[in-house]
């Protein structure tokens, strides 16, 4: 069965349109081509004859009333004839459906449309940033609310979730922070060595594990872990209509599915920032046995004279906000989900950036607070 093939004749001021072969969706793009400039050249009309059509499927139909709706725009005359009596009911169903003719491509306008795009991000990312500020103060409310009436929180569902987010998470902040503790002690004693200081390498690894690399990386972490499981656990949860049944019975999703994971992470993040802290330095130790002979009481004694406890307890009072944030932005993504799969990996994958961002901007203004404090 060959491709769908047109021949055009001019007879009285009508364009007779002679259609043959198979006019279906496999030559379609060709017919496409020949039938666009038609209407336009300088005909009073067109005529198809459909007489000589093998197939016809609905993409063909399609062309045909794409046609009809061209000219008839113009204000040309149209008519169909020779159409086989199997075909007719599949023409007379697309053109009742009234399907408009596909718009031209218009090329962009340069930077006219950049910055309408750029605007309307700005307007989104507004948008976001008041819903945001509006669902923190509903966090708020039902904390306070559920201090001074403890029997609404559900501990059975905060212990699950403590294990899903704490317990569950420290093979992989284990195993990440033991390794960052290598590269830093490998690194510090490459850059100290040249100065005959290997032995300040503790120092390094001291100080920037408990006061910012320790809580930072194992808060990243935890958003791309626990952050992003919120998000889907609680869009799954909208797309399949268990959030509104909750309403409907008169359960307020605050306090069944947020507050348990926002409590559960601000319990479990400062204890996951004490695992990776310790992590960190044995990797640090070992490293140090390795590259420069320092035995593992010589390496504490030195992080004893380098590191206080206020270095200690600045990364760990980081980890309670930290977790806030990431565990407040994944219930809020999750509960912005709407009615599909897409909408739920989408908003999951932003959930993640944002608490990432708010992790990395939040440590700035802690460093900047501690720089202005003198601590």
């Given at each position: 069965?060959?491709?769908?093939?047109?021949?055009?004749?001019?007879?009285?001021?009508?364009?007779?349109?002679?259609?043959?072969?198979?006019?279906?969706?496999?030559?379609?793009?060709?017919?496409?081509?020949a039938?666009?400039?038609l209407?336009?050249?300088?005909a009073?009309?067109?005529a198809?004859?459909?007489?000589?059509?093998t197939?016809?499927?609905?993409?063909?139909?399609?062309?045909?009333?794409?046609?009809?709706?061209?000219?008839q725009?113009?204000?040309l005359?149209?008519?169909?004839?020779?159409?086989a009596?199997?075909?007719?009911?599949?023409?007379?169903r697309?053109?009742?459906?009234?399907?408009?003719?596909?718009?031209?491509?218009?090329?962009?306008r340069?930077?006219?449309?950049?910055?309408?795009?750029?605007g309307?991000?700005?307007?989104a990312?507004?948008?976001?940033?008041?819903?945001?500020?509006?669902?923190?103060?509903?966090?708020?409310?039902?904390?306070?609310?559920?201090?001074?009436?403890?029997?609404?929180?559900?501990?059975v569902?905060?212990?699950?979730?403590?294990?899903?987010?704490?317990?569950?998470?420290l093979?992989?902040?284990?195993?990440?922070?033991?390794?960052?503790g290598?590269?830093?002690?490998?690194?510090?004693?490459?850059?100290?060595?040249?100065f005959?200081?290997?032995?300040?390498?503790?120092n390094?690894?001291?100080?920037?594990?408990?006061?910012?690399?320790?809580?930072?990386?194992?808060?990243?972490?935890?958003?791309?872990?626990?952050?992003?499981?919120?998000?889907?656990?609680?869009?799954t949860?909208?797309?399949?209509e268990?959030v509104?049944a909750?309403?409907?019975?008169?359960?307020?999703?605050?306090?069944?599915?947020?507050?348990?994971?926002?409590?559960?992470?601000m319990?479990?993040?400062?204890?996951?920032t004490?695992?990776?802290?310790?992590?960190?330095?044995l990797?640090?130790?070992?490293?140090?046995s390795?590259?420069?002979d320092?035995?593992?009481?010589?390496?504490?004694?030195?992080?004893?004279?380098a590191?206080?406890?206020?270095?200690?307890w600045i990364?760990?009072?980081?980890?309670?906000?930290?977790?806030?944030?990431?565990a407040?932005?994944?219930?809020f993504?999750?509960?912005?989900?709407?009615?599909?799969?897409?909408?739920?990996?989408?908003?999951?994958?932003?959930s993640?950036?944002?608490?990432?961002?708010?992790?990395v901007?939040?440590?700035?203004?802690?460093?900047?607070?501690?720089?202005?404090?003198?601590?």
């Open positions: 069965m060959g491709l769908g093939s047109l021949r055009t004749t001019l007879e009285g001021g009508r364009l007779i349109v002679a259609a043959s072969g198979a006019w279906t969706i496999e030559g379609a793009a060709a017919l496409d081509s039938l666009r400039p209407p336009s050249a300088g009073k009309g067109i198809f004859d459909l007489g000589a059509v197939a016809l499927d609905t993409a063909g139909a399609w062309l045909v009333e794409r046609t009809r709706l061209l000219c725009a113009r204000g005359s149209f008519s169909v004839s020779g159409a009596p199997a075909f007719a009911p599949l023409i007379e697309v053109a009742a459906l009234g399907l408009a003719p596909v718009p031209p491509v218009q090329a962009g340069g930077l006219t449309d950049f910055i309408a795009q750029v309307q991000a700005m307007v990312v507004l948008l976001q940033a008041r819903d945001m500020v509006a669902f923190f103060g509903a966090v708020v409310v039902a904390l306070l609310r559920s201090i001074r009436q403890p029997g609404r929180i559900r501990l569902s905060f212990i699950s979730h403590l294990e899903q987010v704490g317990l569950n998470a093979p992989i902040v284990g195993l990440m922070a033991f390794l960052i290598i590269v830093l002690a490998y690194q510090g004693v490459d850059q100290l060595r040249r005959g200081a290997e032995v300040f390498m503790v390094l690894v001291g100080v920037s594990v408990l006061r910012e690399m320790g809580i930072v990386l194992t808060a990243v972490v935890i958003a791309g872990r626990s952050g992003s499981a919120f998000t889907a656990q609680i869009g949860m909208q797309v399949n268990e509104d909750m309403r409907t019975l008169g359960l307020d999703p605050l306090d069944v599915l947020v507050l348990p994971r926002i409590l559960a992470l319990v479990a993040l400062p204890l996951l004490f695992f990776a802290d310790v992590a960190a330095i990797g640090g130790a070992l490293m140090a390795v590259l420069i320092m035995s593992l009481p010589s390496f504490l004694n030195q992080l004893r004279q590191v206080t406890l206020t270095t200690f990364g760990i009072g980081k980890a309670p906000v930290f977790a806030f944030l990431i407040m932005v994944g219930c993504e999750g509960l912005r989900v709407q009615g599909s799969a897409e909408s739920v990996g989408r908003l999951t994958t932003q993640v950036v944002e608490a990432i961002f708010l992790v901007v939040f440590d700035a203004l802690f460093s900047v607070m501690f720089s202005y404090l003198g601590i």
